[in-house]
């Protein structure tokens, strides 16, 4: 018995510089199903020449999995809508992001993507503060903005085959389960759910029990991304990125959580923290490996 989830390799692993080629090269020798890259670039890799295009990135990539005979992919990113009145340039957005989708799928089979909305703060609360940023400062006016921009995303998605993910993060409407929930609920699509990204709720300055965060998730949890931190009991709104075998979430049961409940989507391995993430993402998918693999033995025996 077997968990049998694809394992993606997070980009940020991998920003330091690597071309796409060496991505998808090192990815594939690792062990890695696949990696969730950006819709869009945050570094352009040494060697390789600035001012690509989203025809050229997505080239580029779909050489490197070839060659590598990696199969796996996800993208993650959305429009930034949330500080737009203009509805005009908000339907351009839309569109844009949707056109990324049609050319994605002419070169990948995707199953699911990341989709963030447009960060939403309250200047008048520290940034780290999650409990008053996201959610608890976004206006009705923001969320229908969303709402609308993303159901309009979501059915071109649908067509595609595509089922998109809110991540729970911080600064976004969609920062907790709760509140993820709302929003995939009032979009109202059958291929549109959440992303749960536990470590991410530790800015709320308390880590909500696990298992109601997965009920509150149910069946519309359609991705997972693994990362942990440290925290420090005076500083209950920071957090310090640590390695996924260490810090204060109990990865090992967030898994077992996950097989119970017979989650079949892909997880991704993120590199949260600075330093040689080359190291980091070899380190913790060995970890991730060790753990899922003992408890599949747990529960067969």
């Known amino acids: 018995m077997q968990m049998k989830n694809p394992i993606l390799m997070h ?162 409407y969609h920062d907790s389960a709760e509140a993820s929930r709302r929003l995939v609920e009032a979009i109202g699509l059958e291929n549109v759910g959440i992303n749960l990204d536990y470590a991410n709720l530790l800015g709320f300055g308390q880590l909500p029990p696990l298992e109601e965060v997965l009920n509150t998730c149910g069946d519309k949890l359609y991705y997972v991304h693994f990362k942990n931190a440290y925290t420090v009991a005076y500083l209950p709104y920071h957090h310090f990125p640590c390695p996924l075998a260490d810090g204060v979430i109990n990865t090992r049961e967030l898994l077992r959580q996950l097989k119970m409940r017979n989650y079949a989507g892909p997880v991704t391995i993120e590199a949260s923290r600075p330093g040689d993430r080359e190291w980091f993402a070899r380190q913790d998918l060995a970890y991730y490996r060790t753990i899922a693999t003992e408890i599949c033995k747990e529960m067969i025996s």
């Not at 020449?49 to 959305?78: V, W």
């Not at 609308?148 to 067509?159: K, V």
Request: with cysteine; proline share 3%.
């Open 11 to 172: 980009i940020n692993c991998l920003e330091q510089g690597q071309s796409l080629e060496e991505i998808c090269r090192k990815v594939a020798a690792w062990g890695f199903d696949g990696a969730e890259f950006r819709m869009k670039r945050h570094k352009i890799g040494r060697n390789e020449a600035p001012g690509e295009t989203t025809d050229s990135y997505l080239d580029r990539i779909a050489r490197g999995m070839g060659k590598n005979n990696l199969r796996q992919i996800a993208f993650g990113g959305g429009p930034i809508l949330t500080d737009e009145p203009d509805s005009a340039k908000r339907r351009q957005q839309t569109d844009e992001c949707i056109k990324f989708y049609r050319a994605a799928a002419r070169r990948f089979r995707l199953s699911v993507c990341n989709v963030l909305a447009g960060t939403i703060y309250d200047s008048r609360s520290p940034a780290y503060h999650a409990d008053r940023q996201g959610a608890a400062a976004a206006t009705r006016e923001q969320f229908d903005w969303i709402v609308e921009s993303f159901r309009a995303i979501g059915e071109a998605a649908g067509e595609l085959g595509i089922r998109l993910a809110f991540e729970t993060h911080p600064g976004r």
